[in-house]
């Protein structure tokens, strides 16, 4: 089953519903207004982002850069790609993308789904800062898999990300399979270490436990004093309380 996500501009004019292939354009009432064609035929709702003024999506694989951006009033047109490709055929190098933005724009955050890093743009899609991560989660991903592509033996990167989010205006939430990295957004250009989180998905660590059953993080989101997680083993959304 193909994943799809609705992507909504803060002034509320159109819903941007994303999935395999393309973006369709929606009207406040639902209707259909256009469908937006992307570069990349393996897009999935983490590849896409939307702010105020632009979409973000992937480009063409082959492509020099990795994220063509759109404005978000029709016609919708392409204005200048960034994030320089890394042109790295082996998967999930350059095709597997996150991407993360808030709903002013002001900043755009991407990431290659295998590198332990981020890479903040501002909302000229300027590069202004890099954050690099170290630790048990990088030192476990640091193993190298060999991979198979059109019969030839090669060496691939694991997956590192499981998901970004920038729902919260001055917080990025990195997280992996099983830790959550919050980074605080100071100012316009500093980004600060704020939290490393796990998630339970029962009682267990309330009660001080040795044992206790941590979530598989495929999807986090912030909403104001609330932290939801899709996790790939519970059937249902898992609420946390959230406070930085």
């Not at 369709?24 to 570069?39: E, F, M, N, Q």
Request: with cysteine.
């Amino acid at each position: 089953m193909h994943r799809s996500r609705f992507f909504c501009t803060r002034l509320g004019t159109y819903f941007f519903f994303s999935q395999m292939g393309g973006t369709k354009v929606l009207s406040r009432d639902l209707s259909y207004v256009a469908k937006i064609s992307t570069g990349s035929h393996e897009i999935i709702p983490s590849m896409v982002a939307v702010s105020l003024d632009h979409l973000y999506a992937p480009c063409s694989v082959r492509a020099p850069f990795r994220i063509c951006p759109r404005r978000t009033i029709a016609p919708f047109v392409e204005v200048t790609p960034f994030l320089p490709s890394l042109g790295i055929s082996q998967p999930p190098s350059d095709i597997a993308l996150e991407v993360t933005t808030n709903g002013t724009g002001r900043h755009v955050v991407a990431a290659f789904e295998g590198l332990p890093y981020l890479f903040v743009y501002n909302g000229a899609h300027e590069h202004i800062h890099t954050i690099r991560f170290f630790g048990r989660d990088v030192a476990e991903h640091s193993e190298t898999r060999e991979v198979i592509s059109d019969g030839i033996l090669g060496i691939g990167l694991k997956s590192f990300w499981s998901s970004l989010d920038m729902t919260h205006p001055n917080v990025i939430a990195a997280a992996t399979l099983r830790r959550a990295y919050l980074i605080r957004i100071v100012g316009n250009s500093q980004f600060e270490h704020a939290a490393t989180v796990q998630f339970s998905t029962d009682p267990a660590a309330d009660r001080g436990d040795e044992h206790v059953n941590l979530a598989a993080i495929r999807e986090l989101k912030i909403n104001g004093n609330s932290v939801f997680v899709r996790d790939s083993g519970t059937p249902h959304l898992l609420t946390y309380r959230f406070d930085l």
